[in-house]
């Protein structure tokens, strides 16, 4: 099977622009799991998804959203970039009954 | 909220040495996840462990999970250049998903 996939794998905004991120997970999984990691803060939870449904949610402000499609295919906006909001975002995805998460190669965002 | 804490922070060791990498948990464990990083990429999943005393190994590296210091450890055997990345650990929380701890980099020099 295909990994996680993640597009772009690089990206450079300004500040108070906007971003979208892309997913496709591992077929036949349907949950997928958005993280950011930064040298700072390592690797914080942003946000999961199931079957379309936003099922966790990290402590992030509300700047940070994420959808989910019926293909299970996500993508995670951010909007009013911040320059803290540099940072890598993996996204993951997990069988229905597992709990191990396998990692796309991220998206790495840097905001000038 | 559970919280993981690793030590070594960072290792720098010769090829061929041996090394221990530790996960602490602050609350009891229930299933501990080693994954390993290249830097700036994804992370791969190396093993899983959810009984205590159980110990798993991947070519070179061995896991073992002590429930009752609530303690995970890593150990590279004979390290190579291909071992250096950020190595971390994570533990499943309520809801089913991980929670990491911050990683552990190491190097291997030749």
């Known amino acids: 099977k295909a990994g996680v996939t993640q597009t772009p794998r690089y990206l450079i905004k300004t500040r108070g622009q906007q971003v979208t991120l892309s997913c496709s997970p591992i077929?036949?999984?349907?949950?997928v799991s958005w993280y950011q990691q930064t040298p700072g803060q390592g690797l914080q939870f942003l946000f999961e998804?199931?079957?379309?449904?936003?099922?966790n949610k990290g402590n992030f402000p509300g700047r940070f959203s994420g959808r989910q499609f019926s293909n299970s295919r996500s993508e995670m906006n951010v909007s009013t970039l911040e320059l803290g909001d540099s940072a890598l975002y993996l996204c993951?995805?997990?069988?229905?009954?597992?709990?191990?998460?396998?990692f796309g190669p991220g998206t790495r965002l840097l905001v000038l | 909220s559970q919280e993981l804490e690793q030590s070594p922070q960072s290792l720098i060791v010769q090829e061929g040495k041996n090394l221990t990498i530790n996960c602490t948990s602050s609350?009891?464990?229930?299933?501990l996840y080693w994954y390993k990083q290249k830097y700036g990429e994804g992370l791969i999943f190396l093993m899983m462990?959810?009984?205590?005393?159980e110990e798993k190994s991947h070519e070179k590296i061995t896991a073992k999970l002590d429930e009752k210091k609530q303690q995970s450890s890593l150990h590279i055997t004979a390290s190579q250049p291909s071992h250096a990345g950020i190595y971390l650990c994570?533990?499943?929380?309520?809801?089913?998903?991980?929670?990491f701890g911050e990683g552990t980099q190491l190097t291997v020099n030749p």
């Open positions: 077929s036949g999984h349907r949950s």
């Open positions: 993951a995805s997990r069988p229905t009954s597992g709990v191990v998460e396998y």
């Open positions: 462990l959810q009984k205590g005393g």
């Open positions: 609350k009891t464990l229930y299933g």
């Open positions: 998804y199931f079957s379309e449904t936003q099922r």
């Open positions: 994570g533990a499943e929380t309520s809801g089913s998903r991980l929670t």
